[in-house]
């Protein structure tokens, strides 16, 4: 089947960079977002998000009339769903498990349905809970009844459906989305048969084809696994705290044997996937996903242990200075991102450190993110947006949560005895 027009519903992290990519071979592209500004931002050739070189592929794309941004879809002959799939709030309470919140995925499956014509493949690359491919054939049917879809149709259904879902890395995502193999789980044959032939437009990578459940469940298993192994590395961080070990210095000594590979500990797990995709294993499977339940809320306790190692250094700095009080000790955290050096702040365990210590410390706290040039509104009149020099010259307890390679280049210059430094990445 030719592709002369794509859809991309979502022009986030992951709809933004696939739209680009399909645009440089010279595909038209029609993205769609209910974000008015970013629509906007990308029509004026810009990006609203920090990816290195994206700027430079939309900036051409744009220019060149192979994309462009709109908040109503048009018609086109594949529609790439890439919306967030959160959790509901009334599940996000301490001893329950989540419950994926797919209304993102029902809104945009409504938004598209008018626009459908036969000959149409609609692709999910949002990760999802197991099912929610089927979930959204189900919207598109309810909405298009003059269609037919493969769960009633099969092979000879109008409209072709899959999952693909994305497993590419921040700060690196335009190659990762060329070079990377493809999973690519098809309600029929027919449907993983066209799906592979949209991504060989621009995937070097193998596309392997597999159905639409098993698919689903492979990027919830990649990062389950993960996640389980980052638990093991956070949890021997608390016991080596306890024990008086240096964690750095036994992970990098047991990472000699030959067959052994652990993970670095952190603050905890962030970002829309790590920390929420095992989530959606855990709420289909209960009873069965007991060691993946365990390693998240292992993750998921390790913020609280920053925050109580930051009271303890506020105890501390009182005791050796008993004519300050709290109110006069100036905390720094530097980092708010879920990972290094990007601006993505998604589920991120050192915003949520920085947020509850802020809440919490009746002094200043001040925040450092070479990233964001400015806090979500939100968080504005929690803590202070500062540059590294500011922290540095009035912080008495500094908070390394995060590894930005700016802080690597400094932290060596910037570590003074003054300080009082915990340090949740080991680059101090």
Known sequence: MQFNTISVIGL???????????ASRKIKVVGVDVNQHAVDTINRGEIHIVEPDL????????????????????????????????????????GQVPEPDLSY??????????????????????????????????????????????QTHGEGSDIRIAHCPERVLPGHVLRELVQNDRVVGGMTPKCSEQACALYKTFVEGECVV?????????????????????????????????????VWELIALANRHPRVNILQPGPGVGGHCIAVDPWFIVSKTPEQARLIRTAREVND??????????????????????????????IACYGLAFKADIDDLR???????????????????????????????????????VSSATADASAAIKVLLV????????????????????DTRGIF
């Open 12 to 22: 986030g992290y992951i709809g933004l960079p696939t739209a680009a990519v399909f």
């Open 55 to 94: 700027d430079m592929v939309v900036h051409a794309a744009v220019s060149e009339g192979y994309l462009k941004a709109t908040t109503t879809p048009e018609p086109a002959e594949a529609f790439l769903i890439a919306v967030p799939t959160p959790f509901k709030k009334a599940s996000e309470q301490e």
């Open 105 to 150: 995925i029902e809104a945009a499956s409504k938004a598209i349905a008018p626009v459908l014509a036969s000959g149409n493949l609609v692709i999910l690359e949002s990760t999802s809970p197991v099912g929610a491919t089927e979930k959204m054939a189900e919207w598109l049917a309810e909405a298009r009844p003059d269609l037919t879809f493969p």
């Open 210 to 246: 597999t159905n639409a459940r098993t698919a689903e469940m492979a990027k919830l298993t990649e990062n389950s696994f993960r996640d389980v192994n980052i638990a093991f590395a956070n949890e021997l961080s608390i016991i080596c705290d306890e024990l008086d070990i240096n």
């Open 301 to 330: 306790s390790k913020p609280e242990w920053v925050i109580n190692k930051v009271k303890l250094a506020v105890a501390e700095y009182l005791q050796e200075n008993p004519d300050k009080t709290a109110k006069d000790v100036t």
């Open 347 to 385: 589920e991120s365990p050192a915003l949520a450190i920085t947020q509850k210590i802020a809440a919490e410390h009746p002094g200043k706290v001040l925040a450092v993110e070479p990233n964001i040039k400015m806090l979500p509104a939100t968080q504005k009149d929690q803590f202070e947006l």
């Open 403 to 422: 590894d930005h390679q700016e802080f690597k280049q400094q932290a060596a210059s910037s570590l003074d005895q003054t300080y009082k430094v915990i």
